[in-house]
Each structure stands twice: as C-alpha cells, then as structure tokens.
C-alpha cells in the first residue's frame, strides 16, 4: 500500500535537514520513563514540559492508542560453512521455522548454503540455511530455514536490535527499557519510541483522569531507519511492515469521535497503522504507506511522538500533521533547550494542522 496527496508546494529533501549538535543523542534512556521531558507544541505557545504532565494535556472523552509490539532479540551472530563471520537481524517470523532477515556478511552464501549460528545446532546454538531471497529474487532480504522455533532462538541466543545511532553494545538496561510497559505480540526490531515514556504510575494517572486507552499492531521493522536517497521524495520507496487494527480498537475510536473527544496517536507508527487502515481499509495486512506533507489525515488528532534523524520518513510524517513551519520552529527550539534526541530521547505533543 502506498498513498500520497498533493501538496501545497513540491517539498524536496533537502527540506526535512536540520543540524544535531551530538551530544543530543540519547545514548540511554531517562532515569525514570516518564521523568523525560516533553515539549508540548500543540498550541502556539510552545511550552517546555515533563512528560507525566501528559494527564492534565489530555481530557477525558479523548482515546490514547498504543502501538503493543514487542522487541524480539533478532541480531543474532555465527558463521558461514567456510569460517566467514556473518550477522543476522530477523525481520519477520514465518510459519514452519522460517524466518526473512537482514544479512552482514563479506560473501553471500547461494541458496541451500548453510549458516552456524552462535556456534551452530551441534554447539549449542541453531542452523539456518538459506533458501532465497525475499519477497522475491531481486529482494533485499533474505528467506532463512532455521532448526528450531525462531522465537524461542531469538530468546536464547539473540541480542536487542539498538538503532544504529545508538553507539554501546546491548546490555540489561536495554533488553528492559528498549520496550514498553505493555508489550505484547512480539514482532518488532524496533521500538515505538513514544510509548517508551509510559510507566504503570502515568498509565494509572490516565486511568483515573478517565482518558480512555486502546491498542493497534504494526511490527516496526528496520526499513524504518532506511535512509531516503533521491532529492524527489516521491521516488522514494517505503519499506513493508505488517499491522493489525482490532475490532475493539476500531469501535473504541467510532465512540471516541461520536463523544467528541480526541484520538491521541502515541507514535509515528500507531499513526501509520491508523492511516492506513481508513485509506485502504484493510483492518490487517501490510503497509507502505508514506505520509507526506499534503496527506489527508482521516483518524488521528493529536500525536506524541519523539525527535526524528534528519532527512527521514518520520520527519516528513509529522511536518505532514502539525505542519511543516511549526515542526520545523519545534526543532530549532528543542535544539536550543538541549532536549535528547531519537529513540531514547525526549517527546512532543503535537495537534494536527487545521
């Protein structure tokens, strides 16, 4: 699925660039979840914020929805038949021990090579053999048969897939806070950073303000911090990634909006899930679609989201809701105020440009 909408000027790449002092990005996360700060740029008076003062931003005829994936441990390490080093990230689980994953390696191995991961079935660890690429034979990913039932592989043996820009290899501290509080369907190799910021005592806040909660699925995948190359956005391609709108959520969103209250997305990706599921109208399936300065929002009213790389997809996406001036008078503010930056940084809320 793809979507675009015209917009009032033609927006190129270099539009969605600003400057990243370093030091901004967040190697670890905040002391406590909800202890980060939140720049509240949903009104034009732009306030700087603690993120557990979301209860009093919100009312209580307005619908938080949650994105409940959860991190699998999909970078996994191991060797070709010829001793050659390699490194898998899984992607996707498929029925009967099948996996569709990203590959590092010097040399690609041709199908029916087999792969020895940490140390191989014979050692402690598991085989994966290679059966093809993925979605077809041009595709950049790679369609693996392993030994055993891949989560339960990825549980053992696997490492927490932090964001390239990310510099430490994973410890504890990531495996607990690189995933919400309410994860639930695992899936994903990446997080959705927003929910990040969620702990049991704000969720409780919430719940006693009467704001009203619900979940959708979509497994982020690494496609998400796939770079765009081509000066025209409209070239670009979005990677796939499967999602999933309950019936409970889509009734819960019909009574939200008959009430009047508002639909609170918590991330970019809970927005694309959303989207796609009123564009297309598909309640599950896969998506591509790509959100745009231009797009018609049809669901969504307010959005936190954290502070995206330069030049991304994500960075389009809420230029495309709050507005392409504001979002960019939000940065230079945060840059300004020193607000942590990407997935372990801070948050904003923002409102959807009339």
Not at 22 to 38: K, V
Request: hydrophobic share 40%.
């Amino acid at each position: 699925m793809t979507s675009s909408a015209p917009s009032s000027r033609p927006f190129t790449l270099s539009d969605f660039d600003f400057e990243l002092p370093p030091e901004l990005i967040a190697q670890h996360p905040a002391a406590e979840r909800s202890g980060s700060r939140l720049l509240d740029g949903s009104s034009p008076a732009v306030v700087d914020r603690i993120f557990r003062e979301l209860p009093g931003l919100l009312r209580a005829d307005d619908l938080l929805v949650f994105n409940d994936t959860k991190v699998i441990k999909a970078r996994i390490f191991g060797e070709k038949a010829t001793g050659g080093k390699l490194e898998l990230l899984i992607e996707r689980v498929l029925p009967g021990h099948q996996v569709v994953a990203h590959m590092k390696v010097s040399k690609k191995p041709l199908p029916g090579g087999k792969m020895f991961m940490m140390g191989g079935a014979q050692n402690g660890g598991f085989d994966a053999t290679l059966l093809g690429r993925w979605p077809d034979e041009n595709g950049q990913l790679f369609h693996l048969q392993l030994s055993d039932e891949p989560h339960a592989l990825m549980e053992k043996h696997g490492h927490v897939p932090l964001p390239p820009y990310i510099t430490h290899t994973d410890t504890e501290e990531d495996a607990q806070r690189y995933q919400t509080v309410f994860a639930r369907t695992p899936g994903a190799v990446a997080a959705p950073t927003a929910a990040l910021h969620f702990d049991e005592a704000l969720l409780a806040a919430l719940d006693a303000q009467g704001v009203q909660r619900a979940s959708v699925t979509l497994h982020v995948g690494a496609g998400t911090f796939q770079p765009v190359k081509t000066e025209n956005i409209t070239e670009h391609t979005m990677h796939s990634e499967w999602y999933e709108v309950p019936e409970a959520t889509q009734q819960a969103i019909a009574e939200c909006k008959a009430r009047g209250g508002q639909v609170v997305a918590v991330g970019t990706t809970t927005v694309r899930t959303l989207e796609s599921w009123a564009q297309f109208g598909q309640a599950s399936g896969d998506t591509q679609i790509f959100i745009t300065p231009g797009f018609e929002f049809q669901v969504v009213d307010r959005l936190i989201t954290n502070f995206h790389l330069p030049k991304s997809t994500l960075m389009m996406l809420v230029s495309a809701f709050a507005g392409y001036e504001h979002i960019m008078g939000l940065y230079r503010h945060a840059i300004a105020q020193k607000y942590r930056f990407f997935s372990y940084g801070d948050a904003m809320l923002l409102s959807r440009a009339s």
